[in-house]
Nanobody, 117 residues
Framework: QVQLVESGGGLVQPGGSLTLSCAAS????????MGWYRQPPGKQRELVAT???????NYADSVKERFVIYIDSAKSTLNLRMNSLKPEDTALYYC???????????WGQGTQVTVSS
């Protein structure tokens, strides 16, 4: 059973920055791909960004040029650097991962990001 645990959420002012981290219970190199999703209040969960084990990344149009998804191999964590945050970025952010060994998606419990002055 793979476990994913997010951290780094919090309250930040518009225009500010925040970095989310996701720690996996297994070596992060064992994932085919990983991603960040978010669920704004009263809305459905949506894709934020994904990264393949090849390093290829994909971003939602709403976060391109502001967010960066990357893997810290030394710490074995998936990260999301969020810059120029906007109130509409307020959401519960989830880490997702699909292992190489099984076609099954694992999810973290979520970390809250609130952008407000």
């Amino acid at each position: 059973q793979v476990q994913l645990v997010e951290s780094g959420g919090g309250l930040v002012q518009p225009g500010g920055s925040l970095t989310l981290s996701c720690a996996a219970s297994t070596n992060i190199a064992n994932f085919l791909f990983m991603g960040w999703y978010r669920q704004p209040p009263g809305k459905q969960r949506e894709l934020v960004a994904t990264i393949m084990n090849s390093g290829k990344t994909n971003y939602a149009d709403s976060v391109k040029e502001r967010f960066v998804i990357y893997i810290d191999s030394a710490k074995s964590t998936l990260n999301l650097r969020m810059n120029s945050l906007k109130p509409e970025d307020t959401a519960l952010y989830y880490c997702q991962g699909r292992p190489l060994s099984v076609a099954l998606d694992y999810w973290g419990q979520g970390t809250q990001v609130t952008v407000s002055s």
